[in-house]
């Protein structure tokens, strides 16, 4: 047994870390390690969004959370981390860091996304007899599809929040800070003349449209 920890061990050292890849490897060295002492300090789970490209008129949003206290990882399966949190179960937040999963174990903000992400695993789970092949690929992932079922939820659930947003452009990435706004956001528009030898000769109209997506709510990104 020492000798699959060990090995183990240095098998998570020499790979990349970051999310919850690792979770397993980690949860089970975390029962052999008798220096690691349980941190008290509240859990952080914060959202972002992903906006993707696969073409330049098909794009797709995706909603995704992370968890930590001061360096933040991915939640790579969210029904793994139902799981462990109904279970009260010991849940690696790192290389370095863990966490006895329980409401009690986050802070009051991060409450309301736990409880949205129990709400979607349950969801799935509720109707995955009849979708076999989303049993496969739905919440085992680590971004979340945003779509008619859950953009209404997703929008109650950041509205007036600063969200971050990933666009994924091809090959080209942009970070940005967002907030979900109500429906009355003002489209500006930027009339400026045209002048050719001194003569005019037209306008250029510039319309700026804030980033929106329609649901039974508009959901507005600015």
Known sequence: MVATVFLLNAYLDSHELGDETNYFGEAFLSHFDEETDINEEPVHIVPKLIMSYKSEYDTSLYIQFKIGRKKLVQIKSYRNFVD???DNEIYPLGKNDSVKLGYGAFDDKS???VKFIEGLVDTEASISYKLLDY???GLN???IPVDGANIDDIYNLLVGEKVELTTEY???KTVTDIELRDFNEKITI????IYDRDLFAGINLEVDFPL???SKQLCILH
């Open 135 to 137: 049993v496969k690929t």
């Open 190 to 193: 930027g009339i400026n003349p």
């Open 170 to 172: 091809f090959s080209k």
């Open 84 to 86: 462990a949190l109904r």
């Open 212 to 214: 929106s997506f329609i």
């Open 141 to 143: 992932v680590s971004k």
């Open 111 to 113: 409450i309301k996304y």
